[in-house]
């Protein structure tokens, strides 16, 4: 929980605030323990992905007070899919140029990973690579529970988190960039919640970057990616020179709105769209 985090940014939570937060929910966890004594236990959120250094080795010093022995595991996704999701996801929550998101991209995960080696020991670290055709039923939670011995797998919805389309991401760029404020009254997170759910009813294609725009990236996180590679076990370079089907090459192909798209927009909005086609925000 830190206070420069852009979603905490943007609820106006302070410092102080985050630290009630963090002292409130570390007292639930422990109370699970408590009530867990002499079991297994599964410690499972998004907002572990974006622990960093410091606030793994608090996490780990937890456990080892608890004389709880831990093993960490997660699966990486291969540079392309983690390039558009990631971009997906920060536009979500911000505003999201091209420039300023691939400038972001660094070796964060190498770094994550080298931390939690030494928190929890290289040999209870288990990187597998997220490959959803591969998965039992397509179900990641189903995988887990595959690769840790667990008979029954939880039912889970597998699409809770699908991603936008072309034309979703293309109509939430525009929005981004000429109307930054939340509806008032209303807690950014809600309204962004809102925002992305009704975006995800726009079909079309899937949200891609064009190989000629990737690569420079990937080639940049050469020794990076290799590392992670190595670590997997597998390739992470799928799909890189695959360039069929429409993608984004450049800022300007983000305001190539689609008619049916705007159609979409203006049965959601009660106003007439139609005309408004081309390239204009």
Not at 81 to 104: C, G, M, N, P, Y
Not at 198 to 227: C, M, N, S, T, Y
Not at 259 to 273: Q, V
Request: charged share 25%.
């Amino acid at each position: 929980m830190a206070p420069h985090d852009h979603t905490h940014v943007a609820e106006g939570l302070s410092a102080e605030m985050l630290l009630q937060n963090r002292g409130r929910l570390l007292g639930r966890l422990d109370d699970e323990i408590t009530t867990l004594a002499g079991s297994s236990f599964l410690l499972s959120s998004e907002s572990l992905g974006f622990l960093r250094g410091s606030g793994v080795q608090r996490l780990g010093r937890f456990l080892q007070v608890r004389h709880l022995s831990s093993r960490a595991v997660g699966y990486i996704r291969p540079r392309r899919e983690f390039v558009e999701s990631s971009f997906i996801e920060r536009l979500k929550h911000r505003q999201a140029s091209l420039t300023e998101f691939f400038k972001d991209l660094g070796d964060g995960l190498r770094a994550q990973i080298a931390t939690l080696d030494k928190v929890v020991g290289r040999e209870n670290v288990r990187l597998w690579k997220y490959e959803r055709h591969s998965f039992p039923d397509g179900c990641v939670v189903a995988d887990f529970c595959r690769h840790r011995g667990i008979d029954r797998a939880p039912v889970v919805d597998r699409d809770a988190n699908r991603s936008l389309s072309l034309p979703a991401v293309r109509l939430l760029v525009a929005y981004r960039n000429f109307f930054t404020a939340s509806p008032p009254g209303r807690p950014t997170t809600e309204h962004n919640s809102a925002l992305t759910a009704a975006l995800g009813e726009v079909a079309g294609p899937r949200f891609r970057f064009h190989p000629l725009l990737l690569k420079p990236v990937i080639r940049r996180q050469g020794i990076h990616l290799d590392w992670l590679e190595a670590r997997v076990g597998a390739s992470l370079r799928d799909g890189m020179d695959d360039n069929s089907g429409p993608s984004i090459r450049c800022e300007k192909d983000f305001l190539d709105f689609s008619p049916e798209s705007l159609a979409r927009l203006g049965h959601r909005s009660r106003r007439m769209l139609g005309h408004f086609g081309g390239r204009s925000p």
